[in-house]
C-alpha cells in the first residue's frame, strides 16, 4: 500500500446468501428454506425473509420447522453452488477495488483504501454496493472501518461507517461474539460478565489468557489495530487451455492428431502441476474460412495422460470437416477433478484403465449417463438390496455382503400355485411343469416397516433356494400371514 494512505476495509456480510440465490432463478412467494442432512435429520440450512419472520432460524430440525409453518417450501442446499456464487460476486466486487477477498462461506472483504475518491467517498460508494446488490435480490449488510475484524464486526451486529482512528470506540456496545471467536467462547465470557467488546478491552489480559488462550486477545487486538491482518485477494482459479497457432493450414488427420498431441502435453503437464485431472475437454479448430469446428470428448475418470487421452479424440477428429484447412486449435479442459498423486504398484495390471477407456468410448457414442452399474445397498429387502449408478460417476464396489447367496437375476414376485409352508414337490411356473428336486432354507426376511413398501404388505416371507430336477434353481418365498408361494429370482 503506498505511504500516506489510511488502510480502510470494507466488510460485506450475505446473511441469506443460499436461499437468495436459489429464490433469484426460481422465485417462490411464501416461506421457503434450503435443507441439509445431519446425523440421519434434516435441518435448516438457510432461508428467506417470510420463513424468519415465522420463527425459523438455520440448524432447526425439518420437522420442527413444517410444525410452525405448514406452508413452508425447501430445497436441499446445494454449498458447493452456493461458493461459486460467492466467487462470482467476488469477481463483481473487483469494480470498486482490486484487494478482494471471500470471508467464510457467506461474505466478502475489500481494502478500498485510494479507491473510494472515485466514487465521491465511502457514504456514496456503500451505498452504491447496496444499491446494485438489492437490484440483483440480495441482501446485505456493510461494515467499513480501519481494520478487518472491526468491518466484520459492525457489518454483522450494527451496520455502518467507523470514523478513521479509535476503533474502541466504534466497537465498545457490540458483543464479544463480534470478535469472530466461536460460540462455546462467546458464551463463556457472557457468563463471566464479559458481554461487550468493551467489557473484555478493559479486563485484566493475564487471566483471559490462562483461561482461553492466546486467540481471544489476538482476536481483540486485530480489531483494535494493535496487531496487523492481512487481506489478500483470492487467486484466480487455475485456467486450463492452451491453444496453438500454424504458419500453414492442416487437413490431414495425422497431421491434426500431431497438432492435439503437441496441445495435450502441455495442458496436462498444467494438470499435473495442480494435481488435477481433465472430466470434460473441448478441442476447437479454426479453418481458414473463420469457420470452427468442436470436438468435445468426456472422459468416465480424470485423465491427465496424454497418450491416453490422444487415443480417445481419434474417432471425433477423423468426422470433423477441415475445408480449405485448419490454421489454429485450442484445447480447453472445461471440468476438471482432484487427482492426488499415487504410489504406482509394480503389480497394476491395467485393467481398471482400459475399463476406463472403455467406458470413455462408449459415452461418446450413447453419452456417459447412459452407461450404469449396480452397487450394492445396505438393505437386507432384495428389492433394495441395490442401487442403479453411472459408471463414469461411480466406484466398483466389493460384492453384496450376505450369509445367504442371492440370486443372479431378480425379477418382481410371480405366484404359483402351491399349500403348506415347505417348498411343493411339483410346482407350475411360467408354463413349465418343474419337479422340487433339492430346497434349502428358509431364510425369514422382515420388512423395512419404517419405509412403508407396498410389496411387502404380505408381512413376513420366508426364503428358499429350490434347485429342480429341469435343471432351473429358482428362489421361492412363503408369506405366512397371508399364506402364498411366489418366485422371485433365479440362481445362474
Request: with cysteine.
Amino acid at each position: 500500500m503506498f505511504d500516506g494512505i489510511k488502510r480502510r476495509v470494507v466488510s460485506l456480510w450475505f446473511p441469506r446468501l443460499a436461499s437468495e440465490r436459489v429464490l433469484r432463478q426460481r422465485p417462490i412467494d411464501g416461506p421457503f428454506a434450503l435443507t441439509f442432512k445431519q446425523n440421519n435429520a434434516n435441518r435448516i440450512y438457510c432461508l428467506n425473509q417470510a420463513a424468519a419472520q415465522q420463527g425459523l432460524h438455520p440448524g432447526m430440525p425439518y420437522a420442527d420447522a413444517r410444525a410452525f409453518c405448514p406452508n413452508l417450501q425447501s430445497r436441499t442446499a446445494e454449498p458447493e453452488q452456493d461458493f461459486r456464487f460467492l466467487r462470482a460476486l467476488c469477481r463483481w466486487a473487483t469494480r470498486y477495488c482490486p484487494w478482494v477477498g471471500t470471508e467464510g462461506a457467506d461474505g466478502l472483504v475489500m481494502d478500498v483504501a485510494g479507491s473510494t475518491h472515485l466514487f465521491g467517498g465511502e457514504p456514496p460508494m456503500l451505498a452504491d454496493m447496496r444499491m446494485h446488490l438489492m437490484r440483483a435480490g440480495l441482501s446485505v449488510q456493510i461494515g467499513c472501518a480501519d481494520t478487518r475484524g472491526a468491518a466484520w464486526a459492525l457489518a454483522h451486529y450494527d451496520e455502518g461507517i467507523a470514523p478513521s482512528g479509535d476503533m474502541l470506540a466504534a466497537l465498545k456496545y457490540l458483543p464479544v461474539a463480534g470478535l469472530r471467536i466461536d460460540e462455546d467462547m462467546s458464551i463463556a465470557l457472557q457468563r463471566l460478565g464479559l458481554r461487550s467488546i468493551g467489557d473484555l478491552a478493559n479486563a485484566a489480559r493475564a487471566p483471559l489468557t490462562r483461561r482461553f488462550g492466546p486467540g481471544l486477545l489476538l482476536r481483540l487486538d486485530q480489531a483494535l489495530g494493535a496487531q496487523p491482518e492481512q487481506i489478500s485477494p483470492d487467486a484466480d482459479p487455475p485456467h486450463y487451455a492452451v491453444r496453438i497457432t500454424l504458419p500453414e493450414p492442416i487437413g490431414l488427420l495425422a497431421d491434426v492428431m500431431a497438432g492435439t498431441e503437441r496441445l495435450l502435453s502441455k495442458l496436462c503437464a498444467k494438470l499435473k502441476a495442480q494435481e488435477m485431472g481433465a472430466r470434460k475437454l473441448c478441442l476447437t479448430l479454426r479453418r481458414v474460412d473463420q469457420d470452427q469446428q468442436l470436438v468435445e470428448l468426456r472422459l468416465a475418470r480424470p485423465l491427465r495422460d496424454p497418450k491416453r487421452i490422444l487415443s480417445l479424440f481419434e474417432r471425433g477428429l477423423s468426422e470433423i470437416d477441415a475445408g480449405f484447412g485448419i490454421d489454429q486449435l485450442r484445447l480447453e479442459a472445461t471440468q476438471v477433478d482432484a487427482v492426488p498423486i499415487q504410489q504406482i504398484s509394480h503389480v497394476s495390471d491395467g485393467r481398471e484403465d482400459r475399463l476406463d477407456d472403455l467406458i470413455s468410448r462408449l459415452g461418446t457414442r450413447i453419452g456417459l449417463e447412459n452407461i450404469h452399474r449396480f452397487l450394492p445397498a445396505d438393505s437386507h429387502i432384495p428389492e433394495r438390496s441395490f442401487i442403479i449408478a453411472p459408471a463414469a460417476y461411480s466406484e466398483p464396489a466389493a460384492g453384496w455382503s450376505s450369509l445367504n447367496p442371492r440370486p443372479l437375476i431378480l425379477f418382481p414376485p410371480e405366484p404359483i400355485s402351491a399349500s403348506g409352508s415347505r417348498p411343493p414337490a411339483r410346482f407350475r411356473w411360467r408354463r413349465m411343469p418343474l419337479t422340487t428336486g433339492r430346497a434349502t432354507g428358509p431364510e425369514r426376511i422382515a420388512p423395512e416397516w419404517w419405509l412403508g413398501d407396498e410389496n411387502w404388505r404380505s408381512g413376513l416371507r420366508d426364503y428358499w433356494r429350490v434347485e429342480t430336477r429341469e435343471g432351473r434353481r429358482l428362489w421361492l418365498f412363503y408369506t405366512p400371514q397371508n399364506p402364498g408361494w411366489f418366485v422371485q429370482g433365479e440362481f445362474a
